[in-house]
């Protein structure tokens, strides 16, 4: 009889445990459609306020810079392209040389650069790289991870729009690559 009781008392835990995990499983389906849906809506207001806020100043003869670094540099890709266009990469914790483009001599980000600074740019390792989603099509400047080339400068053409998938701000004596 007490065996009885404690195998309808196992089963009924283990009918409570099968439920719980349903419920939280379906918890955590609901969750991740919330998060899509909401970094769908904070992409649609990026986008708006980038073509808003900035292009509207900028065209007023307000001068409203952009810079986007690393994430910022991928996010203005996506929302200036409204699609995704990063690709992966192996570039984490890694320095590299830039490839400058023609472009990049008459471009409002480099052309006041000095030439030593712009062949140290672009003849060492010292820019600092920590990000797997790169943009694969060509601006200002590349990089490559040995097997994809990336962008890893442009400027918009219109307006003051500056983004770099390197990062400018770090020092590549500061960690061992």
Known sequence: MMQDIQAAEQRRLEEEATAFERMMRAQRETDERRF???????????QMLLQL???????????????GTCQGFQQLSVITANKNLLTITDTVSVTLPLTFTKAAQSSQMFQ???????????????????HRWSLSLQVLSTNTDGNVDFISTMEAYRYPFYAVQWHPEKSPFEWVA
């Open 36 to 46: 899509q849906a909401l970094q769908a809506q904070q992409q649609a207001s990026n």
């Open 53 to 67: 806020v900035s292009t509207l100043a900028n065209d007023e003869g307000d001068h409203f810079p952009i810079w």
């Open 112 to 130: 006041r650069f000095p030439a030593d600074l712009l062949q140290s740019l672009s003849e060492e390792n010292i820019t600092s790289n920590f």
